[in-house]
């Protein structure tokens, strides 16, 4: 497997791992359409959440949540409308977070943003 996909499947392990924590439950992990993925999909009470993972093993390259650009938002928003037409669920209430995970601090340093929006951008 490619080492990228071996960290990447590491920071959504994590992430899994500290959503369930917070009480969460996960629904489905790298769901996929043509058009993008989303990393995990998340029940939070009444919502369902759209999780995009961003790990780093160094800041190198700044901040894990700084990568996560307008465009790939557009991407989860399209891929996550596709998910809950399946699920029949067109109506539900949901959102998209962030959960950043830093590798270089013992332990990962993780930082959860929740129900992000870019500024300036219209769905």
């Known amino acids: 497997m490619d080492p990228r996909r071996t ?11 500290y959503l369930l924590s917070k009480g969460m439950q996960i629904l489905r992990s790298q769901y996929r359409q043509p058009f993008g993925e989303i990393d995990l999909i998340a029940q939070d009470g ?9 790990s780093r093993q160094t800041a190198t390259f700044g901040h894990p949540e700084e990568s996560v650009t307008a465009e790939k938002i557009r991407h989860i928003v ?46």
């Open 78 to 123: 399209r891929v996550g409308e596709r998910y809950l037409c399946e699920q029949t669920q067109a109506e539900m209430c949901w959102r998209i977070d962030v959960i950043a995970i830093e590798f270089d601090h013992q332990p990962p340093k993780i930082t959860h943003l929740v129900n992000i929006d870019i500024p300036g951008t219209s769905w």
């Open 46 to 54: 009444d919502e369902v959440v759209f999780v995009e993972v961003k």
């Open 7 to 17: 960290f990447g499947n590491k920071g959504e392990q994590l992430a899994a791992e």
